[in-house]
């Protein structure tokens, strides 16, 4: 079936966000910073927001499981916008070149307080004309299969005819299972190459 869609994940994708940007600096101390990272303010934690938890509420709820790292638990979303270090313009460019001939949607892991920022402060986004599922908005995150759901019965889509773009292999499994088209984004992908190899030409 002829491909009509292609489905971005923004961060790992098109977006370097890594809170690493911002605590190398303040903690000074890789050791320490990973520590805090890996045993603290760790990814799980983070998701809760990017699945709809107030940043307000998270944070509390952390100070409170970690009363000695409270200064560093509350610099984590004072200082979000430093961890969000710059777009991806290799895949950006790619995506650029897509406008225009496919349907381009965005779907995405993220905290509906911070992807704000991102939309105002990089013009790329505009090629998605609004067409974007946000996990915090949705009550709902990626890998479950329901997020997915949302996006295909919103802008009626079918699986079948759209390639879905991510970093992350839970979220691959889910869209192939789905019956989607997948390229798995790695440091070293050329989104580009993969697209074509779909038989996707731009």
């Known amino acids: 079936m002829k491909i009509k869609n292609i489905i971005f994940d923004f961060g790992g994708v098109v977006m370097d966000w890594d809170p690493r940007y911002f605590f190398k600096t303040y903690f000074n101390d890789d050791e320490k910073m990973e520590f805090f990272l890996k045993n603290i303010a760790i990814d799980e934690w983070n998701i809760e927001q990017d699945r709809g938890r107030t940043l307000k509420e ?34 950006v460019e790619v995506l650029k070149q897509l406008e225009g001939k496919f349907h381009l949607y965005g779907l995405t892991n993220w905290s509906e307080e911070t992807f704000p920022f991102a939309l105002e402060n990089y013009d790329f986004f505009k090629v998605f004309k609004g067409k974007i599922v946000v996990s915090g908005t949705e009550k709902l995150i ?20 759209s390639v879905f773009i991510d970093d992350n292999a839970k979220n691959i499994a889910t869209a192939k299972n789905l019956g989607f088209e997948t390229i798995y984004i790695k440091l070293e992908t050329d989104l580009g190459q993969e697209l074509m190899k779909l038989g996707i030409n731009f």
């Open 58 to 91: 998270g944070t509390e709820i952390l100070v409170k499981q970690h009363p000695d790292w409270e200064k560093e638990i509350r610099a984590y979303y004072d200082n979000w916008t430093t961890m969000l270090r710059s777009d991806i313009p290799k895949n």
């Open 142 to 161: 990626k890998p479950d299969k329901e997020i997915f759901k949302v996006l295909l019965n919103r802008y009626d889509l079918k699986a079948e005819q």
